[in-house]
């Protein structure tokens, strides 16, 4: 059917795109590996020495890279785990007979397109803040001792608010997907006499396996990098409560000028990434191609 | 009987589907109003929903003390901006993988989509230090080509699930008719896929409009777009809460409206075609 004409231009038409992309990993990515291997400071001009291995060495073993490791895992698991509970819950909810469906979609949805800075300093002032924030005249009404939510569970409220703004995700893409459920098979699920949890965890959730799985790669790929949501609530801390590896190496390359170190810490994040993403492609692809 | 007992589930569920919707909801809503209030009762320890004295002062002040139309502007020029150059290069490819599907197709795409999985902070140093060299920090420029790049697998991935589903008898008819490639592809494509385009370009200026890793690393005063602009809050004008509300509701209004518009195809585009 193709002649080789449309072949030619095919590849021809193809070509902006990968040259543009194997561009934009490639080349800064061969600049990472290189200068991770340098002594090199932006503030200490003069040769950068090459110096092995010593920057992973120093990157690797240093208290902060475990301790962001850990979080970096925490954060990512935490915000899955919820709004993946959250969304089926949700899901299923949105998929009954009600009225007003499309308000409550609208409602629901409405937080995955409001700009991370915005959604955590609201989060951080307006609702958590200790003295005058929401929660805490709610727990002064109740008689309690307000929670000083980012100096007492600094990663837990990077979690809320994370999980806040991509619950409404996974609650529309599995919501779309409960949609496509053949009705039939429920019906005949009820005549046999299946109860809600029978028909739950042997219709409906193998049904999502396919949603769930997409949902569970796109959400990695974002909250491996989660940075704006720390920056503008707690800068890493205190200490490093609640620096993940992406604010760690941020902190060492550009606010501390470690050129060579922030690379190899860049190295690792990837090479981090790029396990993950074996996991997930083998996942994907498995539920992919069915 | 029947009739009753079903009315009654639909209310018990329309209640608890409107009380969690309204939750959620909730900060966005709070926000708004607090927009409106004075910044005395923005902290009071007795809020009042909707009882309140009901000025517009705040946004007075927001854009009088702070630039930011030129900040509104940044945001649309690098949103918009990288939409469209990302179409322009997009198109092509996802026509050629779509229509002239080879042996290497699949792979391509599952490449380009493990562009996205490459951690920003891998090429952070690299990208900084070009940027610096070209002057392109703090430019408009500079984030409109990194926001085409970071968004290019999305949007060939997006177009490749519409193009597929253009049948191609329609191709091979206007081939028939002795239609060059360029006349299919302008004649007979576009005018075809043309509400797709509209969906990928919406999602993509939704995607590049809350961007918020590289808009806040390489802008300062000059070329911030809003993201970095509201992050300026965080201390400590961020104690006024009202002024905060202010700038936030309209750092997120258009947005909201575009996005409720474009529900569908963010579970397309998002989910590369995984989930329709």
């Known amino acids: 059917m193709a002649t080789t004409q449309s072949r030619t231009l095919a590849k021809f038409m193809l070509m902006p795109s990968v040259l543009l992309l194997l561009g934009w990993m490639i080349v800064p990515l061969c ?9 090199y400071n932006l503030l200490i001009p003069g040769e950068h020495e090459f110096i092995g291995f010593l920057n992973y060495e120093f990157f690797i073993t240093d208290p902060a890279f475990t301790e962001s490791f850990f979080n970096t895992l925490l954060l990512v698991g935490g915000v899955l785990t919820i709004t993946i509970c959250g969304g089926i819950g949700l899901a299923i909810l949105l998929d009954q007979a009600i009225w007003g469906r499309n308000y409550v979609r609208i409602m629901v949805l409405a937080p995955f397109f ?14 958590m803040n200790p003295v005058n924030g929401l929660f805490a005249h709610f727990s002064s009404w109740l008689g309690m001792n307000p929670i000083d939510f980012f100096a007492q569970v600094p990663l837990l409220s990077i979690i809320i608010i994370v999980s806040w703004q991509w619950l409404p995700f996974a609650a529309l893409i599995l919501l779309t997907a409960i949609q496509s459920l053949d009705r039939e098979q429920l019906e005949a699920a009820d005549l046999d006499g299946a109860g809600p949890f029978s028909k739950f965890f042997y219709i409906v959730l193998p049904h999502l396996s396919r949603a769930v799985t997409a949902v569970i790669l796109i959400e990695t790929i974002f909250l491996l990098s989660i940075f704006a949501e720390i920056l503008v609530t707690t800068s890493g801390g205190p200490g ?7 604010y760690l190496i941020y902190t060492q390359s550009l606010l501390q000028f470690d050129v060579g170190g922030g690379s190899a810490g860049g190295i690792v994040a990837v090479i981090i990434a790029n396990i993950v993403a074996i996991f997930l492609m083998r ?5 992919l191609e069915g | 009987m029947a009739i009753t007992s079903s009315h009654k589930s639909k209310l018990i569920y329309t209640v608890l589907a409107w009380t969690i919707s309204g939750l959620i909801f909730f900060p966005i809503l709070w926000t708004l109003l607090t927009s409106f209030k004075t910044e005395a009762e923005a902290i ?12 517009l002062e705040n946004y007075r002040d927001v854009l009088e003390r702070s630039p930011y139309f030129t900040h ?3 945001s649309v020029v690098i949103s918009i901006g990288s939409s469209l150059l990302g179409l322009l290069i997009a198109i092509p490819a996802a026509w050629s993988m779509a229509f002239v599907q080879t042996k290497r197709t699949k792979n391509l795409l599952m490449w380009m989509l493990s562009t996205k999985m490459l951690p920003p902070v891998g090429v952070l140093i690299p990208i900084y230090l070009l940027f610096r060299d070209f002057g392109l920090l703090d430019t408009k420029l500079g984030l409109v080509i990194v926001m085409t790049l970071i968004n290019l697998p999305i949007m060939v991935w997006m177009l490749y699930t519409y193009f597929r589903e253009i049948p191609s008898e329609i191709l091979e008819a206007s081939r028939m008719d002795g239609a060059t490639i360029i006349e299919e592809v302008f004649h007979v494509l576009l005018p075809i896929a ?19 890793f590289w808009t806040l690393i390489l802008t300062a005063a000059n070329a911030a777009p809003l993201t970095a602009f509201i992050a300026s809050y965080s201390s400590p004008e961020g104690l006024f809460y009202a002024k905060l509300s202010a700038a936030s509701a309209m750092a997120i209004v258009p947005i909201l409206i575009l996005g409720w518009f474009s529900q569908k195809q963010l579970v397309r585009g998002l989910s590369f075609g995984a989930v329709k």
Not at chain 1, 114 to 125: G, I, Q
């Open chain 2, 72 to 74: 509104f502007w940044n």
């Open chain 2, 44 to 55: 009071s320890a007795s809020p009042s929903l909707f009882m309140f004295d009901w000025t």
């Open chain 1, 31 to 39: 600049m990472t590996l290189y200068f991770s291997f340098l002594d």
């Open chain 1, 114 to 127: 409001v700009m991370p800075t915005v959604s955590a300093l609201v989060w951080k002032n307006m609702l």
């Open chain 1, 240 to 246: 490093y409560a609640s620096t993940n590896i992406t």
């Open chain 2, 194 to 212: 043309l509400p797709g385009i509209a969906s990928t370009l919406l999602l993509n200026v939704i995607l590049a409009w809350n961007e918020a």
């Open chain 1, 283 to 287: 996942l994907i692809g498995k539920n």
